[in-house]
């Protein structure tokens, strides 16, 4: 016989996931805005880094005005943000967009072709791991691309995990498209954040914990 469930945790849990709802339409709105006011190239970088940092914040239960938040964190994190992850962001863009040609010239499923998949998508899981990592360690500029290689050769099994989570975000976005400018992009980066501090928050705990 089961225990039933008291009515009020149901509706504390739709207000919690319709919070989350609004949480990843203002981040998408916030980041399109912001990377907007860069003039794309050198504004996505902050952009992506402050949603990352301002969702790792919820996640930990921080409240704090998110509008005036983001905006001045974008502003702190410009210069360092682009040091950062503009160039794995960059690099990610510019192998899409060959990606995107070598699809529309028929030669994707060339040896090239798919040589050419493989790197954009090892691309973006570097970003969408230095990401997190830039916002959860305090390390120099220089070390957090290698961190972050280091860290994806080691644990094959969670980077396969967002790589399922990117999937998912692409696929539904491809087919009902009307969500990528108003959820698509802050859906990512809520799930990655979370999935990624979430991982480093449980790798942390393994090496502080001491050996039997």
Known sequence: MTTP???GTWALRVHAACDW????????????????AGGIVLGTAPAVVTATALTRRRLRGEAFPVIR??????????????????????????LTLQVAGSASGGT????????LCVAAVLA???????????????????????TASRWMLRNAAPV??????????????????????????????????????GLFTANDRLVASPAP
């Open 21 to 36: 709802v609004m949480w990843t339409m203002t981040v998408n709105a916030l980041v399109i805005a912001s990377a907007l």
């Open 5 to 7: 469930i008291p009515a």
């Open 69 to 94: 938040t983001f905006a001045g964190t974008w502003r702190d994190e410009f210069w360092r943000a682009n040091a950062v992850v503009g160039p794995p962001l960059a690099v990610t863009a510019l």
């Open 160 to 197: 396969l995990l967002l790589a399922v989570a990117a999937a998912g975000v692409i696929g539904i976005s491809a087919l009902i498209p009307g969500l990528v400018p108003f959820v698509s992009v802050g859906a990512w980066l809520t799930i990655s954040t979370a999935l990624a501090i």
């Open 124 to 146: 973006f899981l570097v970003t969408a791991v230095v990401t997190p990592l830039y916002t959860h360690y305090d390390l120099p500029l220089r070390a957090y691309l290698p």
């Open 108 to 115: 994707l499923g060339t040896a090239s072709g798919v040589a």
